[in-house]
């Protein structure tokens, strides 16, 4: 069945650093791929998405491109904030099933 | 525009009691999700509703858990007997997409349970 692979974490970072979380799916057909990011003490929320292959989605300076050829949705950003320490999930959603998540990794940026 | 609402924030029961947990998905949207989440994990799907039907029920641990969608809007989820495997976070999401679109889903701020 469809499922999505995420790097392990924690992920300890200074301010301003590049940020990479690497996240690979498996599927059939064309999903629809996002993040989502969970704040200490809220709900989970959506930070981007991309609907097909090359699409890229952005927010709050965060990017994702939508790699068909590799599989992978991997998250950037150029400069991390403290305020970015959360913890992030890559999911899926094909043909209109629920989401499908990776199992989280966890971000903490130290000023 | 008024967001996913759950209830309760927190509940701590005894292991073989039983629980239940409400949800009040985002006007309009058709279809609820409820979802668990183990510390350390990534959300699991436990049932999915279309208006009041049953999407995919397929990881619900049916000896002990149920749900139910009345009229297509609130939805509640029930655990009865509790285990102490059950600690987790449960998530209620909506999105409002039916059929085959792959919307996206807006959670609530979910339910803390502690079984001990």
């Known amino acids: 069945g469809d499922s999505v692979t995420q790097m392990e974490g924690p992920v300890t970072l200074s301010e301003e650093a590049f940020l990479t979380i690497n996240c690979t799916y498996t599927?059939?057909?064309?999903?629809?791929l996002f993040w989502y990011v969970q704040y200490p003490g809220e709900g989970l929320q959506l930070l981007l998405k991309?609907?097909?292959?090359?699409d890229k989605g952005s927010n709050k300076g965060f990017e994702a491109t939508y790699r068909k050829e590799t599989t992978s949705f991997h998250l950037e950003k150029g400069s991390v904030q403290v305020s970015d320490s959360a913890v992030y999930f890559c999911a899926l959603r094909n043909r209109g099933t629920a989401l499908i998540f990776g199992k989280g990794t966890t971000l903490s940026v130290s000023s | 525009e008024a967001g996913v609402a759950q209830s309760p924030r927190y509940k701590i029961i005894e292991k073989r009691q039983s629980v239940a947990f409400w949800c009040n998905p985002i006007?309009?949207?058709?279809?609820l999700y409820w979802y668990q989440q183990i510390l350390g994990q990534g959300p699991k799907l436990l049932i999915q509703f279309q208006n009041n039907g049953v999407v995919d029920d397929s990881q619900l641990p049916k000896d002990r858990f149920s749900a139910e969608r009345l009229k297509g809007v609130d939805s509640t989820l029930k655990i009865q007997p509790a285990k102490l495997e059950d600690s987790a976070v449960y998530l209620c999401a909506s999105s409002i997409g039916t059929g085959g679109m792959n919307t996206e889903a807006f959670f609530g701020q979910g339910t803390r349970l502690t079984v001990v």
């Open positions: 991309a609907t097909k292959a090359d």
């Open positions: 599927a059939t057909g064309y999903p629809s």
């Open positions: 006007s309009g949207h058709a279809t």
